[in-house]
């Protein structure tokens, strides 16, 4: 039987409108963020790539990789091929990824906030996640478009934690379980949430009896998330040999020292260098499949030591910086921890949410950089949004008594009940004018530069279908609509050695690139008209905001 208009309770529909005020506002604000023109580069390309060739019945690798990738998980690039079905573009492809799971993060952590906090304190959250620079900006320029499916999947995974961590039934074990694995196929390093909502579960169970048959629920967690991961762990033991959780960790160990002390040539090397054969970039090749953290760390305690401290003064610069977590919002945060008094049960609530901070944490061991430690973004402005409207609470009772203390406090509140919004609206005006021009910091120098979509853009004319473009910044090839071969830091007689077995046609170098971390190159920045046999000039491509130009020649073959 359908029920009437007049028997649905208003209360009911009003309990809806925080929902549907929040996700069209992230769906506008971040539809039109994404209009801008951009610089696609980094590993997003990777993704896109990856996505397409394994529709097209290509195989899951890159173009110029024989072996299956192990190095990136098969979600995004599942996403980003479904949506590009839709869009018949690959960028646009990212952009609507990023425009439905950003709003999608959104509702995640007004519901994870509901569920700790209540609904001001929700919206508040939300609101914040919707309109902040980390949140509603930065991922498309962080150079992967991989945060806001991560974060979708994550934050909801954490939402059903909380409700196994409440009430500890079977079903909300199994959402967890199943949406932390959906986070893992996008990024790796969803198993420290699992993880954390492991401890969490199993602190809980223990403090509640009966505690044996509550220890099942995060036994449970943990073979259901395994077993869904199981098929992807049994695929890369197949290629590489190797049971692992992430390819990636041996080699991010292997580079984390240049990285962490700023040794950008000895990172450039360690990653882009030939590997034995002379024909595959090391980050690429199958030598370095069973590269191992624990061997690096043993072998070098001391430079590792030294990493730790580096990176931990990094994570703390960086993140309370305008593109992450600005410092004033340090004082509501402060607020919506320390404001009340806990009790036991608050207690608890704050154990889960700093718990949820972990994965963000871990990469202390690795390398910081924004991208990476974002994750950690959400949690906080959970608690700033509380601090807001503890904040605005004072407010509005502040101003009762101040003005009106002969009258009922109740009505008076009432009557002032909107002051309590005042801080946070006021930060979501700001948010609303200043994020957008954070996009013009957004970009890594030397990593994306404008020059590289004018020059890829300058060489698509020129591109046919299977032309193949060297560089070492993917973003020039990308958008050139050729296929890509990375640029090894060795000697140009290397280096042409390389190209001409993967059949490279146009090798872009970036004047960035050969005075900063490959000076064996700067003769062909420096002095183009006379390249050595094998190369003859095709452009110089130069920006007038920047003073390193891209010069592209073109390998011709007999």
Known sequence: MVPSRSSIKPSALRSYLPVIFLALLAWGVRYGYAAAPRIVWGDEPFYAWLGRNWFQGRGYHLGFVTHWDYHHTPGYPFIHATLALFTHDLTRASDWSFILFGTWTVLAIYGLARRVYGPSSALAAGLLVALAPATALMPLYWGT????????????????????????????????????ALAYYVRP??????????????????ARPPRIRRLGYPLLL?????????????KVHQVTGVWTISQKVGANFATAEGLALGRFQQFDVETWGLDSTGKQVRFFSEETADASALAYILGNPGAYARI?????????????????????????????????????????????????????????????????IAVLVPVLFIWAGHGLMRLGFWLRDTLARLFWPERQSLNTTRRLRGMAWVPLGLLALFFLVMTPRQADTAYLRGSARPVHRLAGEALAPYVHPGDVVMSRYVAIAY?????????????VEEVLAYARYHGVRFWAIDGYEAHHLRPQFAPLVDDPQHPPPGLVLRQIVSDPDDDEPVVIYELFRK
């Open 145 to 180: 478009l991989t945060e806001p499916p991560y974060w979708a999947f994550a934050f909801t995974g954490l939402f059903f934690a909380h409700r196994a961590y409440e009430r500890f039934r079977s079903l909300d074990i199994l959402l967890a379980a199943f949406f932390l």
């Open 189 to 206: 390093e969803a198993i420290v949430f699992w993880g954390a909502m492991g401890i969490a579960l199993g602190l809980r169970a223990l």
């Open 222 to 234: 943990g073979v259901v998330f395994l077993l869904l991961l199981f098929p992807y762990l049994a």
């Open 308 to 372: 730790l401290y580096g990176n931990t003064l990094k994570l703390f610069a960086l993140l309370f910086h305008i593109h992450l977590f600005p410092w004033y919002l340090l004082i509501p945060l402060a607020l919506g921890l320390f404001g009340q008094v806990w009790d036991r049960d608050r207690a608890w609530q704050e154990l889960f949410l700093g718990l949820s901070l972990l994965p963000g944490l871990s990469f202390i061991l690795f390398f910081v950089q924004e991208r990476y």
């Open 479 to 491: 958008h050139a609509g050729a296929e890509w071969v990375p640029t090894p830091a060795a000697s």
